[in-house]
């Protein structure tokens, strides 16, 4: 995950939180944390990176909607990160302490 943007690594957290979404629900989850509107010109191209590296997939539910699911893959990226940034957090709070 170390080459996504923030913006892709919350995409794929959204993604790995819901039940296979829709295009416009992970648009509606990532207006509600960022607080703004998200253009379908940048939710769409990033979403496409994300397939295109095999952290996520996308199917269709009809001729107009999408649903994405993350893969095998995009859940050990995310466990990866977890665990990096765990270690982070650990040294942070002894050294605060």
């Known amino acids: 995950m170390y080459d996504l943007t923030g913006f892709q690594r919350d995409?794929?957290?959204v993604i790995a939180g819901l039940d296979d979404p829709h295009?416009?629900?992970i648009k509606d989850e990532l207006e509600e944390y960022y607080e703004k509107e998200i253009h379908h010109g940048r939710l769409y191209p990033n979403l496409d990176t994300l397939v295109d590296k095999g952290l996520?997939?996308?199917g269709e539910i009809d001729r107009r909607t999408n649903?994405?699911?993350i893969t095998a893959r995009g859940r050990r990226e995310i466990e990866a990160r977890a665990e990096w940034k765990a270690n982070y957090d650990s040294e942070?709070?002894?050294?605060?302490?």
């Open 23 to 25: 295009g416009l629900a």
């Open 11 to 13: 995409l794929i957290y």
């Open 67 to 69: 649903y994405y699911a």
């Open 56 to 58: 996520v997939e996308k």
């Open 92 to 97: 942070s709070e002894l050294t605060s302490a």
